[in-house]
């Protein structure tokens, strides 16, 4: 086959896979073509893709598949009208460590974690980012943990070997938290020192909402009022 023609038959398949696509998947299609004329294919178009193009040959997941480069992600994701999927700090920290420690079993998990991992372990399985690999010969043979091909995809991942530093996975988890929310701080109370200085401030708002002044209260109009004193009568009597 015309190389030219074996470059053209591999895009199609590729982009009407709509996933990774190994090279056995691919040998098995084209039954008549060697392996390494594919792999050589394979390689040549991966280079000629990368030239700065809408569309980039990647291998991922043990695979061969056509993807957008990820400065585009949010022209695309406008396009689908779609969020991505996020993984929350708890949700990150667990598939870490199923991916380096696996296989691992969930007790091992919640020991290195400290904390139950039973339902992020169920989030991880329903979103096929991990999945049931077998039972451990240990007391009560517990079910121990692994990635899937849809983990190294999700993360662009060629393979386990392409995982990164467990310094970048921590940087991508305090990336993936979110910051604490800022509550307004309450008005300070009065303190009983303030109080003591004041002992008649409760007594004046509460007299003003009844509509009655308080009963120390100083009224300058009380004095002006008051009635004249009354007369000596001292005199009168010594008359």
Known sequence: MEEERLKAILESLLFAAG?????????????????????????????????????????????????????????????????????????????AIVAYRQPITRPEIEQLRGVDSGGVLETLLERRLIKIAGRKEAPGRPLIYATTPEFLEAFSLKDLESLPDLSEFREVQDAAEPAP?????????????????????????AASAEGTAPADAHDPQSE????????DRRDDEAT
């Open 19 to 95: 996933e990774p696509v190994s090279l056995a998947r691919l040998a098995a299609v084209l039954d008549n073509v060697p392996k390494e004329a594919i792999r050589k294919a394979l390689n040549e178009m991966t280079l000629a893709y990368a030239g700065g193009r809408g569309i980039a040959l990647e291998q991922v997941a043990g695979g061969y598949q056509l993807r957008t480069p990820k400065e585009h992600a949010l022209y695309v994701r406008k396009l689908l009208a779609a969020k991505p999927p996020r993984l929350t700090r708890p949700l990150l920290e667990t598939v």
């Open 224 to 231: 002006t009022q008051e009635s004249p004193p009354e007369p």
């Open 181 to 205: 929310e800022q509550t307004p701080e309450a008005p300070a109370e009065p303190s009983p020192e303030q109080l003591e200085l004041n002992p008649s401030a409760e007594s004046a708002e």
